[in-house]
């Protein structure tokens, strides 16, 4: 068996579309799913490009990925990665393409002199919680994940705070 990495391709948008549904689907929030194709194809490949995805193959046949972007660390002075999405297909797991996925981005960071990998991960799943730990990942607990998203964007946009 051969596990390999690749960068995606603009070619590979019906397969990273797919991988978002069917990891939706795990996470049970698959009617949370809501993009355009088209629009995450730009998103993605466009002029400037909001994020990155690579390919976890086994076998030359596709069966996860990891779709990522820059943060920035502050108190660090540099850049970090941000890993929005892993996901392996259930029929894969096990073979150590989610370690790979993981490593490689590892090596992404330090390559690019990133302070950290990061990523959140849904309380109830315990499975990945454990795999991720046995990386050497550690829980966050001090930290709250804060969202502002829906109708309540525009309207905070629309907040009649005077800026000067």
Known sequence: MTL??????PADLPLIAAFIRELAEYEKLLHAVRFDEAALGENLFGARP?????IG???GTPQGFALFFHNFS???????IYLEDLFVRPD???AGLGKALLAHLAKLCVTRDCARLEWSVLDWNEPSIGFY????AK????????R??????PALARSDTKVR
Not at 74 to 80: L, V
Not at 148 to 153: I, S
Request: charged share 30%.
């Open 92 to 94: 894969a797991r096990g």
């Open 50 to 54: 909001y994020a990155e995805v690579v």
């Open 57 to 59: 193959e086994i076998d």
């Open 148 to 153: 502002v998203d829906g109708d309540a964007l």
């Open 139 to 146: 829980v966050m607990d001090e930290w709250t994940v804060m």
């Open 133 to 136: 730990k046995s990386l050497g």
């Open 4 to 9: 390999s990495i690749r960068p995606a391709a």
């Open 74 to 80: 502050t108190f660090e002075g540099k850049p970090g």
